[in-house]
């Protein structure tokens, strides 16, 4: 399980609180997990972990193998959940200059679309497109949000443009309803080859189903060790007491909700968890912010936003709480050279590693914000140290995150209808076992770059 520290929250709280909402979380856990609540026929992401590869996964896998075989560049065309949760765990495993090693065929780079207007942008992936043989994915349940739509509109007609429109159909991929939309119909049209979105999976909990997979499989990460993880983790994250980190954080969540905390600022000490903290947004705004009620999710990366966030969060409003991810140090180190004329005054440094500066900045940060009075949850994932280890340590942190952030909708008239959700995809902070009780689209060149 992934470790959560709650011990500098009790300048806000007290442990009888917390114990008293024991009632309430097990009740709003069980009511998810049997489906008995309001708004259960979107809960399919529940039945998605596997142990086995299933066909699907086959099927995949078989479409990346094609996709990495034939392209320098491959594009994901998607918006919101259709994009966030596959890119965040691309970053998180390879980095977020992941697309830096890659460029040829076998390890294609990989590209977001569809998730803006901006032309500069347009531009720019334009550009990296130009000479390059590359395939691109359109996810969309319907096939008409506005961003994705004119996105898929232009890369179709490039590829048409290119390679005639037979030879694109090999290289157009489209994830989807089974049934019905545009896109689906598009895809039957011209015969581009298909993956489902389940039906009773919303767009947002959809990163475990071919949206999230074949992006997946494409940057090279095993996706059978990601469902495992996944499988593991739904096993894990069903212990019904407090020893559940899912359970814990979210109880914390709650009472300082309660006790008029507006805001919660999820932190990470490290950049490739940035597109996790975006996934995490969108998951807890999405499904919070209903009838008036839900805490506003807001996020940061330290050290860098401690130099323009830092004065407001110790001496602003006390609205806030905090959410802090610091993973463990990476197996290679980084150290601190010597300079003799010592102007920067920075000797007392020398010798000592990177990650050791780093956390007397993580340590201090909690120190100095929780001793102002914003109360300081805290998580340390552990260790990645190979591809196969991060493939099922992120997956489990996607995991906590849906169920945590996915309550049943008839509590929503309640305040715990936010009792189970728990940041973990983009906010690793769920998981310890130990409480601490101190303190349509044509193929026309819709967006083809005037020269």
């Not at 069980?30 to 998605?48: A, I, P, S, Y």
């Not at 086995?52 to 094609?66: C, G, H, N």
């Not at 130009?130 to 898929?152: C, Q, R, W």
């Not at 001496?315 to 806030?320: E, I, K, P, S, Y």
């Amino acid at each position: 399980m992934i470790k959560v520290d709650i011990s500098n929250v009790w300048g806000q709280l007290a442990l009888p609180d917390l114990l008293a909402l024991e009632k309430e979380v097990s009740s709003a856990h069980k009511t998810l997990m049997e489906g008995t609540g309001e708004g259960n026929d979107f809960l399919g992401w529940l039945n998605l972990p596997s142990y086995e590869q299933t066909e699907e996964m086959r099927r995949i896998a078989q479409a990346a193998d094609r996709i990495r075989e034939t392209s320098e560049v491959f594009v994901v065309v998607g918006i919101g959940g259709s994009y966030l949760g596959p890119r965040a765990a691309i970053e998180l495993t390879y980095g977020n200059n992941y697309n830096l090693q890659r460029g040829v065929k076998g390890n294609p780079r990989i590209f977001f679309a569809g998730n803006g207007l901006s032309t500069r942008a347009w531009n720019d992936l334009s550009s990296e497109l130009d000479g390059k043989d590359f395939s691109v994915v359109f996810i969309s349940k319907s096939g008409t949000t506005t961003e994705p739509a004119i996105a898929t509109r232009a890369l179709r007609w490039m590829l048409e443009r290119k390679y005639g429109t037979d030879g694109a159909k090999s290289r157009i991929f489209a994830i989807t309803d089974p049934c019905k939309g545009a896109l689906r119909q598009m895809a039957m049209e011209e015969g581009w080859e298909t993956f489902v979105i389940p039906p009773d999976v919303g767009g947002r909990y959809s990163v475990l189903t071919p949206v999230g997979l074949l992006p997946m499989a494409v940057a090279g990460i095993n996706i059978c060790d990601v469902m495992l993880g996944a499988a593991k983790a739904k096993k894990d994250y069903d212990l019904r007491s407090f020893e559940n980190p899912v359970w814990l954080y979210a109880a914390i969540r709650n009472l300082l909700y309660r006790k008029g905390k507006a805001i919660e600022l999820l932190v990470s000490f490290e950049p490739a968890f940035k597109m996790m903290s975006g996934w995490w947004q969108q998951l807890f705004g999405e499904t919070e912010g209903k009838d008036g009620k839900g805490l506003f999710p807001v996020t940061a990366e330290f050290t860098a936003d401690l130099h323009s966030l830092g004065q407001m969060i110790q001496q602003g409003q006390r609205n806030l709480f905090e959410t802090m991810i610091r993973f463990a140090p990476p197996a290679r180190t980084v150290t601190v050279g010597s300079d003799w004329k010592n102007l920067d005054g920075l000797n007392y440094l020398e010798g000592k590693t990177l990650d050791f500066v780093d956390e007397q900045a993580f340590r201090g940060t909690v120190a100095a914000h929780a001793d102002g009075g914003v109360p300081v949850i805290t998580s340390s994932p552990r260790l990645i140290t190979t591809r196969r280890v991060a493939s099922v340590e992120i997956s489990s942190m996607l995991w906590l995150t849906m169920m945590t952030v996915s309550p049943p909708a008839a509590c929503r008239s309640r305040i715990i209808c936010r009792m189970l959700f728990r940041p973990a995809g983009s906010s690793p902070a769920v998981g310890s076992s130990r409480m601490s009780t101190r303190g349509r689209m044509a193929s026309t060149p819709a967006m083809a770059t005037r020269r």
